[in-house]
């Protein structure tokens, strides 16, 4: 098992902590005159996601968390799993809800994702940054309004309700910004 | 093959402090100097590589070796031992900046390779000397920067104002305690070493609820954190020792120096004792600076500050790369 060094601690290191893989988020250095030094860090646990403090004896050794991104398609949800493709090799990941997610919401098929593998098991899924999606439900629109700044509930194809604006109708396709949920533009 | 210029390419060549932070380096060398030599002290330059090293528990000295052939010798972590020596012979009062190498130091605040100042004053206390430190950040600052009156604390008092505990009666269940409260986790294997539990609250608690603008001494350690210092018999005994905290950092250590060289002996034998039952390596003592003790080392207070850290503080920067033409990843 590979293990890493608190010298080598930097943000973005993935590590196994209680037998959870962790990314480490920030990391200093402290160490008072003559004295003892330690690596005081801020990491987060990637299978529940919170962001804990941690604090280490310098030069301790840690093991290294066999976590991986790979940029992965979604093809197709099955009623129970999501399922993910590895575009060059063809090689397939299902993830389940938890794994998921929030991300489920925003998930086409054909669309690429970030899906983080750890011991080859996803652990997490990621959607693009942006997403061009249908709306399947929302109130008529009011043809003309692109200066009051009014907006309105629209439902999408995936089944996330975002904001936007009056003028846009049912059935339009629209970018969003996935980390925000936010309506980004129209689509032509 | 040569060394085509496209595999140079995109090598971070440059310096990484601003040539305004090197021209502030320079004038605070130069004002360094003046300050000394006012003063009548001597400026001396000791050696780097030793065939002896320091034997501190929590100090990695670098190895220096031959490419093809055995181990030359030491690079060291302080000027301390040969400038011992020298006062040993009679040189009297005496300063220099060094460059000095401390192994698997790295961050924000720490480089590899480093300068400190360090000087020396024959006849004189930790008291008298924690004054001529704040003299001389009174007179290298640009002026304004150092508030004028620094703050002075001892240990135990820093402690309870700051970490909650008294540091020579608690143990390391109630110092573990204090730091879980403060949102500081304890790690893995610090066990019994109430030492290290100690320096941690020191660097976790009282350092940063410090006055970063203030300059403050904390004297008066633990005996067990004595290090070179001369041991104040008491209730408890203390260690007459200082720490300089400024702009939220250590930025100076100082001590009523240790004279007797049976007790330094003793002390080295005990570092090299705790080396060996951690499995660290154990370097050889400086016997030179024993011998140099038994043949009498005047009563003196010695202090060492941090060159850069200074330079830091001066030039308001946050990262010890700021001030180092080239830190430690551009060499």
Redesign the interface.
């Known amino acids: 098992m590979a293990t890493y060094s608190t ?1 080598e601690f930097k943000s973005g290191l993935k590590i196994l902590l209680d037998g959870d893989p962790c990314v480490i988020l920030e990391n ?11 690596n ?1 860090v801020r990491i987060r646990n990637l299978k529940s996601g919170r962001v ?9 050794s840690v093991e290294s968390a066999d976590v991986m991104d790979t940029d992965m398609q979604y093809l197709y949800y099955d009623g129970e799993f999501w399922h993910f493709m590895v575009p060059d090799t063809f090689e397939q990941h299902a993830a389940d809800a938890k794994v998921v997610a929030e991300a489920k919401d925003w998930l086409k098929e054909q669309d690429l994702c970030q899906v983080t593998l750890w011991n080859g098991q996803p652990l997490l899924v990621a959607p693009p940054n942006f997403v061009e999606l249908k709306i399947v439900e929302t109130d008529p629109g009011i043809r003309g309004d692109t200066a009051t700044g009014g907006q309105k509930p629209a439902k999408l194809e995936t089944g996330a309700v975002v904001r936007v604006p009056l003028f846009i109708e049912e059935g339009e396709v629209i970018r969003v910004d996935t980390r925000t949920g936010a309506y980004v533009s129209r689509v032509k | 093959m040569p060394t085509s210029p496209a595999s140079s390419k995109g090598l971070d060549w440059r310096p990484a402090a601003s040539l305004e932070v090197l021209r502030l380096r320079a004038r605070l060398l130069q004002r360094t100097r003046a300050f000394f030599d006012a003063r009548g002290l001597l400026e001396v330059e000791t050696p780097q590589l030793s065939t002896a090293a320091a034997t ?4 990695e000295s670098l190895v220096a070796q031959r490419p093809a052939g055995p181990r030359l010798g030491w690079l060291h972590t302080s000027p301390e031992f040969p400038m011992k020596r020298l006062l040993a012979a009679g040189a009297g009062d005496i300063w220099q900046l060094a460059r000095v190498f401390r192994g ?7 480089n590899p390779e480093f300068s400190l100042l360090e000087w020396y004053r024959v006849g004189w206390n930790a008291g008298a000397l924690m004054d001529e430190v704040e003299e001389f950040l009174q007179a290298v600052g640009n002026g304004g920067e150092i508030p004028s009156s620094a703050r002075r604390l001892s240990y135990r008092e820093a402690f309870l104002a700051y970490a909650g505990f008294d540091p020579f009666t608690a143990d390391t269940y109630a110092i573990g305690r204090a730091l879980v409260e403060h ?8 066990g019994d ?1 109430r ?2 539990c ?3 609250a ?3 608690l009282v ?1 940063p609820a410090l006055d970063p603008r203030q300059p403050t001494f904390i004297h008066d350690f633990p005996a067990s ?1 004595a ?1 070179l210092a001369r041991i104040r018999p008491g209730d408890p005994p203390v260690a007459e020792r200082f ?1 300089l905290f400024l702009g939220g950092m ?1 930025l100076a ?1 100082g001590f009523h120096e240790l004279t007797d060289a049976a007790e330094q002996a003793i002390r080295f034998e005990a570092d090299l004792a705790a080396r060996r039952e951690l499995g660290l390596v154990e370097p050889p003592m400086d016997r030179r600076l024993v011998a140099a003790m038994a043949h009498g080392l005047p009563g003196c207070a010695g202090v060492a500050l941090g060159f850069d850290r200074l330079v830091m503080i001066l030039a308001g920067a946050s990262h010890i790369d700021e001030v180092l033409a080239f830190p430690w990843g551009r060499c």
């Open positions: 010298n200093e250095f402290v160490k008072p005159g003559k004295g003892q030094a330690f005081r804990n403090e941690k604090t280490f004896k310098s030069n301790e | 501190d528990l929590h100090l698997a130091e790295s961050g924000r605040r720490h949102g500081v986790s304890m790690p893995d294997g610090l070493d030492a290290a100690l320096d941690l020191l660097a976790t350092e954190h290090a720490e250590e250590n």
